[in-house]
C-alpha cells in the first residue's frame, strides 16, 4: 500500500502562486509515476501532471507554462508549483501515485486539499 498526504492548498488571488507538496510514504518501489488531478464543482476530476521516476511528464494545455510538477527523492515528496493561477483553477487538488508503462494508471490517492482563486 502507498499513503499519500497532501499540503498547501489555501485561497490566493489571481495571478498568484500556491505550492502543493505530496509526501509519499509506504510501500513507493511499487510506483514510478507520480501526479496530480484535480476536481471543480460538477465537472470530472482531471489530470494536472504527472511524471514518472525516469522524468517523463504528462500534462493539460491549460496548465503549460503555469504549472510546474517536480519531485524531492530523499524526502519521498512531490511538488506541485502553480503560478499565473486563474479562476478557473479553483478545485480539489489530488495527488496520485501508480504506474506508467504504456499508459498512465494511478491508483492510489490522497484525501485532497482544497485551491480557491478568486477574481
Known amino acids: 500500500q502507498v499513503q499519500l498526504v497532501e499540503s498547501g492548498g489555501g485561497l490566493v488571488q489571481a495571478g498568484g502562486s500556491l505550492r502543493l507538496s505530496c509526501a509519499v510514504s509506504?510501500?513507493?518501489?511499487?510506483?514510478?509515476?507520480m501526479g496530480w488531478y484535480r476536481q471543480a464543482p460538477g465537472k470530472q476530476r482531471e489530470l494536472v501532471l504527472a511524471?514518472?521516476?525516469?522524468?517523463?511528464?504528462n500534462y493539460p494545455n491549460s496548465v503549460k507554462g503555469r504549472f510546474t510538477i517536480s519531485r524531492d527523492n530523499a524526502k519521498n515528496t512531490v511538488y506541485l508549483q502553480m503560478d499565473s493561477l486563474k479562476p478557473e483553477d479553483t478545485a480539489v487538488y489530488y495527488c496520485?501515485?501508480?504506474?506508467?508503462?504504456?499508459?498512465?494508471?494511478?491508483?492510489?490517492w490522497g484525501q485532497g486539499t482544497q485551491v480557491t482563486v478568486s477574481s
Open positions: 496520485a501515485a501508480g504506474q506508467y508503462g504504456s499508459s498512465w494508471y494511478f491508483n492510489y
Open positions: 509506504g510501500s513507493i518501489f511499487s510506483i514510478n509515476a
Open positions: 511524471i514518472t521516476t525516469d522524468g517523463r511528464t
